[in-house]
């Protein structure tokens, strides 16, 4: 049985997306392909137990049926990190993830298990990523964001962790790097990464459309109120417009797919918003909807307007700056209904991945 352990040099590098495309990929090559979360920090409510939604996501577009709590045997719900200082019990959670991926192996001839960061994450609660990865006797690839320098420094970095623990570094992915600088960082990560004796595994250009959430994400991530176009909260987001311009300029920055940030009160941007149109749809709006702060609500007959725009509209108690910074720094995760997005990965990973290398590497 093959098995390969997925970290990252920090969060939101890209552990899901590999992991996604790997399981996806090696499906075609092996009959059986498991995965596992051993630790996992965003957890959903399935059947009354915890589960890291990666592990849903993974179920769901795969098909792959471990058991949905052998696949996320740790949550880390609030309150479980003040709990375990006070009363450590480091046995219980290896025996846990031991037993758990005891049960997912045994059923499959290659597993995927994702880490949760970089290598050091979880040491406060004696299972850091490098220590789970000696658990479960696997090698390690390691996920970092485009660039050089730091990329290199942090990969650097996270292999001296691991191998503290006696853990063997297989290789690197390197994600997320802008398509004009593709080529040129490619080639000097190569180069810097194998003078420290680190094999480069893949690099994956920068996907914009990865990183678009939908109204309905930041629906879910947010306490915003729904004020109305429920029906069309799977609209996806290119980019925010925050509307504390004048109108006449505001037009210059709209574009497909916007997202209008505005106080309620400001009835000329509201207006603005619902006067751009696509080009050839002249009645379909460039913006993908509007998020109303200071929790103003406008005033009767720009509601009706909002109402009938066939656009989501959203209400915060927030102010302007402070939802902005919300939207800025949302996680935006692959759901089991993006199928987009889904295939967009699985491409990404069989065309930019050296999949035959990983194997070799095992």
Not at 80 to 85: A, P, Q, W
Not at 311 to 324: E, G, H, M
Request: net charge positive; aromatic share 4%; glycine share 8%.
């Amino acid at each position: 049985m093959k098995k390969i352990f997925i970290a990252a040099t920090k969060q939101n590098d890209g552990k899901t997306t590999v992991s996604l495309g790997l399981v996806c990929n090696f499906q075609s090559r092996f009959k059986k392909v498991g995965f596992i979360k051993p630790i996992g920090q965003r957890y959903l409510e399935e059947e009354g137990q915890k589960i890291d939604e990666d592990s849903i996501l993974i179920e769901e577009v795969c098909g792959i049926k471990c058991g949905l709590k052998d696949m996320s045997p740790i949550a880390v719900e609030r309150g479980f990190t003040e709990k375990y200082i006070a009363r450590p019990d480091p046995k219980a959670i290896s025996r846990r993830i031991k037993d758990s991926f005891r049960r997912v192996s045994k059923r499959n001839r290659f597993v995927v298990i994702e880490g949760t960061g970089h290598a050091g994450v979880g040491s406060v609660f004696d299972h850091s990523n490098a220590r789970v990865a000696r658990l479960l006797g696997s090698k390690v690839i390691i996920i970092s964001s485009g660039g050089v320098g730091r990329p290199i420094d942090e990969i650097v970095l996270n292999k001296a962790l691991f191998e503290k623990e006696g853990v063997k570094v297989l290789g690197v992915i390197v994600n997320k790097v802008l398509p004009d600088k593709f080529e040129k960082i490619g080639r000097l990560v190569r180069s810097g990464l194998q003078r420290q004796g680190i094999k480069v595994l893949g690099v994956l250009p920068y996907n914009p459309m990865l990183a678009r959430p939908t109204i309905e994400q930041i629906l879910e991530e947010t306490d915003y109120e729904l004020v109305c176009g429920r029906e069309y909260l799977e609209c996806s987001v290119s980019q925010v417009i925050v509307g504390a311009m004048e109108p006449h300029d505001a037009i210059k920055y709209i574009t497909d797919d916007s997202l209008m940030i505005t106080p309620g009160d400001r009835e000329d941007m509201i207006m603005t918003a619902l006067g751009c149109f696509r080009d050839g749809e002249v009645k379909r709006l460039k913006i993908a909807g509007i998020i109303l702060t200071g929790g103003i609500m406008p005033e009767a007959p720009i509601m009706n307007l909002l109402i009938k725009a066939q656009v989501p509209v959203l209400l915060s108690k927030q102010d302007t700056y402070d939802v902005a910074t919300v939207i800025h720094e949302l996680t935006v995760k692959i759901r089991p209904r993006d199928t987009e997005k889904i295939n967009a990965v699985i491409k990404l990973i069989k065309e930019q991945v050296d999949l035959d290398m990983i194997l070799r590497e095992m």
